[in-house]
């Protein structure tokens, strides 16, 4: 089992060049940014958890300048995204951002997608939340042209262009990791995804056994799963590893450095 930590990265907690390393000196394999580029002062979508909505979540650093921050300062540490609300991006400047933090990082950059759920800052950006899904597809299918072939085309409802050259091209192609866990997740995983990353709570009736078990008979192989913002508890990691997951991102609020370390201390005795 492979253990990391998903977390928000602001100006008011750890920065990320004390984040990362401290993290790879305590045996973890892994740092999962989120990211909000603003958060509308007017917003009638409500916060998936209920309540009023965190600070972090208007307060984040751009997660590829982040990682990339924590990324000089470590040599193995994966770096990647939890999430790239992808459809509030430029597709082009996508495949280049994640293929800079790839290259400079020596092929440590993980790229977890996800359409998100602030319909305000959705459309702040242009994009109409009914077509988030198909857009999601549409921009992921062309970050993997670009990334992959040296005169890139692609051309669809969203995305449209002719022959491209970008470089740079990533030291190995990104994992592309699907967040989410609705009725069509699984269905876009098998896709356009190289593995899972579901928000998980407590496995109760072991729904998320049943759905990795799903997903990789689908695939007809074995899918990673990667458990986004897990309780740091014993029973939760007893729990995902019978489910079948393949690492295991604890959730880390946002601190200043010393209750940060000292978090991650605890943290790390249960891996």
């Known amino acids: 089992?492979?253990?990391?930590?998903?977390?928000?990265?602001?100006?008011?907690?750890?920065?990320?060049?004390?984040?990362?390393?401290?993290?790879?000196?305590?045996?973890?394999?892994?740092?999962?940014?989120?990211?909000?580029?603003?958060?509308?002062?007017?917003?009638?979508?409500?916060?998936?958890?209920?309540?009023?909505?965190?600070?972090?979540?208007?307060?984040?650093?751009?997660?590829?300048?982040?990682?990339t921050a924590a990324g000089v300062v470590t040599e193995r540490l994966e770096l990647g995204t939890g999430i790239a609300l992808v459809n509030q991006r430029d597709p082009i400047l996508l495949a280049k951002?994640?293929?800079?933090?790839?290259?400079?990082?020596?092929g440590r950059a993980v790229l977890g997608v996800g359409a998100g759920w602030n319909r305000e800052e959705m459309l702040h950006h242009g994009v109409?939340?009914?077509?988030?899904?198909?857009?999601?597809?549409?921009?992921?299918?062309?970050?993997?042209?670009?990334?992959?072939?040296?005169?890139a085309e692609f051309h669809g409802e969203f995305v449209d262009f002719d022959p491209i050259f970008?470089?740079?091209?990533?030291?190995?192609?990104?994992?592309?990791?699907?967040?989410?866990?609705?009725?069509?997740?699984?269905?876009?995983?098998?896709?356009?995804?190289?593995?899972?990353?579901?928000?998980?709570?407590?496995?109760?009736d072991g729904a998320l056994a049943k759905a990795i078990a799903d997903l990789r008979a689908r695939?007809?192989?074995h899918v990673p799963v990667v458990a986004y913002a897990a309780r740091a508890e014993p029973d939760a990691v007893e729990q995902l590893?019978?489910?079948?997951?393949?690492?295991?991102?604890?959730?880390l609020p946002t601190e200043p450095a010393d209750e940060t370390l000292r978090r991650l201390d605890r943290m790390a005795e249960l891996t």
């Not at 470089?167 to 009725?183: E, I, N």
């Open 128 to 151: 109409d939340p009914k077509t988030r899904m198909a857009r999601m597809r549409e921009y992921v299918l062309a970050v993997k042209e670009i990334w992959d072939n040296d005169e």
């Open 97 to 106: 951002e994640t293929a800079s933090l790839d290259l400079v990082t020596g």
């Open 219 to 221: 695939a007809g192989r």
């Open 1 to 67: 089992m492979r253990f990391g930590v998903s977390t928000f990265v602001t100006d008011e907690g750890i920065a990320p060049s004390a984040l990362g390393p401290a993290l790879e000196e305590r045996g973890f394999a892994s740092l999962y940014l989120a990211e909000h580029t603003h958060v509308p002062v007017a917003r009638t979508t409500a916060y998936p958890g209920g309540g009023d909505l965190p600070r972090q979540y208007y307060r984040t650093l751009d997660p590829f300048v982040a990682l």
């Open 241 to 251: 590893t019978l489910a079948g997951v393949d690492e295991i991102l604890f959730f």
């Open 166 to 204: 970008s470089w740079p091209k990533p030291v190995r192609r990104p994992p592309v990791l699907v967040g989410g866990w609705g009725p069509k997740t699984l269905d876009r995983v098998v896709e356009y995804g190289d593995g899972w990353m579901p928000v998980v709570g407590r496995d109760r």
